[in-house]
């Protein structure tokens, strides 16, 4: 019993919002998030994308290597880590059964491993970068980028609302709770009890976004009334918003020694084959 | 300071489309430059409207159809953007934590001095974070503010632009009493040291008393008046008409017919009811002793809910304890008319989640009608226990009052639930507007939806978290009156609540928390008759009671009604001691 519940406290709604707000935010001290972000941004352009590309195994075995490596210099929280690696297991378990349905048999599994693995190299790419990088510096990156401050802004904003709403969230959850009627039973497998827990998970989602849509009335006011179109309309204002990145050395160095080991990588794929 | 009108309205109307009756109607008025105005009249009134036509959002964000002239800062409203007159004009919203765009808190207060490319914007920053307190919790993210500091973050979001004008909706709804004054002191030192004009909208005619210089009486979308704020609060009738209730000692001071010497002019603050009300009554310390009331003595059967030395902890954001209830034990009992008071963050609201199984202790055991919380989930326990939310509207999970009270009833099947349902309608006052959505209520109007929610689940327990936050007077006085009807149908009820005034005129049971303790628990003779522990606990008596003290009388008076029965008894027993000497 006290086994059950400390489970239930690991999972509670408080523990995955600190979780979700810790990797957003919480990592500014590693050496990749005093990285500019600018750096990350073009680091994940080529690890995020060329995998989808590439089909020699002793590249992408290469590549995992290299991304496990930052994984772990992100300092990504084990949630995040439990999360990819319950997807990913699951993606080659539904696969397989699909295969199997299909006549295929265990031959099958060989080529969704590979699968497998490229797709763990871009998720752990997007892990690195993402919780390398707080949603601020990443809308700032993209605003000197050239994309509009509006873009730049959502972002920030979208994960300023998070805890707001899941906090809401959790509250008209608990008010489905207090006033609806569990089942009798938990019937077999619990499964009384996991359609009434589904069912108001999914409801609950209508009145937070009334309730959404009534409050964004007087953050649309506040934008503007905290001159933000201003903003919009004057570049000074953009370029003080950017000014503090810069390019140092040690993002100089970053991309380098990550071009020199895609180019390592790369000639032993020429030379040993798996 | 007798400068020029910094605000000028010239026969402003606003009315809304499909709307016959407008919600502005032919407002003239001008607010001159280092003002500090109150404005005050009903719920929807046209307060907030009248302050949003200041920044040009009436007309430019809301459809509707405006006439007559706005000037603000010498500019004609009409010619510029909304952007543009908010440089000057700074507006903090009675939902504030909805203005808070920002994720930090040093980025949210730069972000309006940023937007505007003033190059000293962290500085400005900087300063409003001084002037507000903030200082140390500058690089803290939003969501870990608590209720009042996020209300002083908006503040000093709207100072960083040093505007000239600062419009606050309803500064204080939401706070305990020392945050109150807190932010009213700010307020007065903005107005003092730096010239800034301040606008309040305000239903706490006490803090007006003591702060502010003129006051503003709306009613109907019109403004009735401009007055000085002695003159204005002296005007206890009207006032009263107007769903407004004057200060304590003012309303007290007309009663009985003690004025300040000339033109019906009150005593407005406690300072001044203390000087005037002692020169009326010199010979006051002779006076015979009087039996305190004494509140009836209930019978103490089987206890309704226990605490057996309950702790609750939990860990936060940077993996530190915080001790949310230390050594909770308490017993309540069928009768119990229950107020629990304490700062924000004393531990109230864990305490009432506790009770409703959402929260379980980590130590120590709760027990509602001997059922240990451990062992039951929420909706077991909702079947004799029922939470009146803070906010009324994380209650509304459907789309009309009607269909949220009758959810409840509707999940468990009972019988003829139409009947109950009907009676709750009439009982709260809510058949006219039972088919609307319960969002788009009014403050009031959603308090009083959820209190009939809470009472459909006909329970035997009723929880209630600030049920008088954010309501005018008269609404407020309504509310008391619902709890009082609450009586009849339930076994026990507790309120959390930071308004003194209900706990003198309703519970029969008071406890004191502070820092997750439990530091008394009495009635509010032994609560309010010890100024260590409301000090400590960060409480204010009602402002009656205080005047009650200091005059020395010997009976402590908490509603204005005992202070005039006791005052004529004892002018009563003063003039017979006259007559026999």
């Known amino acids: 019993m006290n086994e059950v519940s400390s489970i239930r406290e690991k999972f509670s709604v408080e523990f995955v919002k600190e979780e979700l707000l810790r990797t957003a935010y919480g990592n500014g001290d590693t050496f990749l998030a005093r990285l500019d972000p600018r750096a990350l941004i073009y680091w994940y352009l080529f690890f995020g994308i060329a995998p989808w590309f590439i089909h020699n195994k002793m590249i992408l075995s290469g590549l995992l290597v290299f991304m496990v490596v930052t994984t772990v210099m992100a300092r990504t929280s084990p949630l995040i880590i439990i999360i990819l690696c319950t997807g990913l297991l699951g993606e080659i378990a539904f696969l397989f059964f699909i295969s199997l349905f299909f006549g295929g048999g265990f031959e099958s599994v060989l080529p969704m491993f590979w699968l497998t693995v490229k797709l763990a190299v871009i998720s752990l790419a997007s892990i690195t970068v993402f919780s390398s990088m707080d949603p601020e510096r990443f809308g700032d990156a993209l605003l000197s980028m050239g994309l509009p401050s509006q873009v730049s802004f959502s972002i920030a904003f979208g994960y300023r609302t998070l805890p707001t709403l899941m906090e809401e969230f ?15 039973s938990h019937g077999f497998l619990y499964w009384r009890s996991i359609v009434y827990f589904m069912k108001i998970l999914v409801v609950s989602f209508y009145p937070l976004l009334l309730n959404g849509a009534k409050r964004s009335r007087t953050t649309v006011e506040a934008l503007e009334t905290k001159g933000f179109s201003y903003a919009a309309t004057d570049s000074k204002v953009k370029k003080m918003k950017i000014s503090y990145m810069s390019f140092k050395w040690s993002d100089y160095g970053f991309l380098t020694a990550s071009f020199l080991y895609v180019v390592v990588v790369f000639w032993l794929g020429s030379v040993v084959q798996i | 300071m007798r400068s020029k009108p910094l605000i000028e309205l010239e026969n402003v109307t606003f009315t809304y489309p499909g709307v016959e009756v407008p919600v502005l109607t032919d407002v003239t008025l001008s607010i001159n430059e280092g003002d500090f105005t109150a404005i005050i009249g009903g719920n929807g009134s046209g307060k907030s409207t009248l302050c949003k036509t200041f920044n040009g959002l009436i007309p430019q964000f809301y459809v509707g159809e405006f006439e007559g002239r706005v000037i603000a800062n010498g500019l004609l409203a009409e010619d510029q953007t909304v952007a543009q007159l908010s440089k000057n004009i700074g507006y903090v919203y009675q939902d504030f934590d909805n203005q808070l765009l920002r994720p930090t808190v040093i980025d949210d207060v730069c972000f309006t001095p940023l937007n505007y490319g003033l190059q000293d914007h962290k500085e400005r920053g900087e300063w409003a974070l001084k002037v ?64 800034m004009t301040i606008i309040v909208i305000e239903h706490h005619t006490e803090f007006i008393a003591n702060y502010c210089r003129e006051v503003i009486l709306m009613d109907k979308g019109r403004v009735l008046w401009k007055k000085t704020t002695k003159e204005a609060l002296s005007r206890v009738a009207e006032l009263m008409k107007h769903q407004i209730y004057p200060p304590q000692v003012t309303q007290a001071a007309q009663r009985l017919g003690i004025d300040m010497g000339k033109d019906d002019l009150y005593p407005t603050t406690l300072d001044e009811a203390i000087t005037h009300f002692t020169q009326q009554a010199p010979s006051y310390k002779e006076l015979r002793k009087h039996e305190p009331l004494h509140e009836e003595v209930k019978l103490r059967h089987q206890p309704i809910i226990q605490f057996q030395e309950v702790s609750l902890q939990y860990r936060t954001l940077k993996k530190t304890v915080k001790h949310a209830l230390t050594d909770i034990n308490i017993s309540c009992y069928e009768g119990d008319l229950i107020t629990l008071v304490g700062n924000n963050g004393a531990g109230k609201s864990s305490l009432i989640k506790l009770i409703t199984g959402i929260m379980r202790p980590s130590q120590g055991d709760v027990l509602i009608q001997g059922i240990n919380t451990r062992k039951a989930t929420p909706e077991k326990l909702s079947d004799f226990v029922s939470y009146v939310y803070q906010k009324p509207e994380e209650m509304f999970i459907d789309d009309s009052v009607r269909k949220d009270i009758e959810y409840y009833l509707k999940a468990r099947k009972v019988q003829d639930y139409e009947v109950l349902v009907e009676k709750l309608l009439e009982d709260f006052s809510l058949v006219d507007i039972q088919h609307q959505d319960g969002r788009l209520l009014s403050g009031g109007q959603q308090r009083r939806a959820s209190l009939a929610i809470g009472a459909a689940m006909n329970p035997s327990i009723i929880l209630l978290d600030e049920p008088t936050a954010n309501l005018d007077i008269a609404t407020k006085k309504h509310m008391v009156h619902m709890l009082n009807k609450l009586r009849k149908h339930v076994k026990l009820v507790i309120v959390a609540t930071h308004d003194m005034q209900l706990v003198s005129e309703w519970a029969n049971r008071v406890i004191v928390m502070n820092q997750g303790r439990i530091m008394c628990d009495g009635d509010k003779h032994t609560v309010f008759g010890n100024n260590v522990l409301m000090e400590q606990a960060g409480l204010v008596p009602p402002q009656i009671l205080q005047l009650s003290q200091r005059l020395k009388m010997e009976v402590p008076c908490h509603t204005v009604e005992e202070f005039i029965t006791i005052w004529d008894q004892e002018g009563a027993n003063l003039e017979r001691s006259i007559e026999y000497t």
Do not use: C
């Open chain 2, 132 to 195: 507000t307190g903030l200082e140390d919790l500058r690089d803290e993210f939003i969501w870990q503010l608590s209720g009042g500091q996020k209300h002083l973050l908006a503040l000093a979001g709207a100072l960083a632009m040093k505007p000239k004008i600062l419009v606050i909706d309803e500064p204080i709804a939401q706070l305990d009493p020392q945050h109150a004054k807190r932010i009213y002191d700010i307020l007065r030192n903005l107005n003092i040291e730096y010239g």
């Open chain 1, 170 to 184: 959790h509250q008209i959850f608990l008010s489905y709770r207090l006033r609806g009627k569990a089942p009798d």
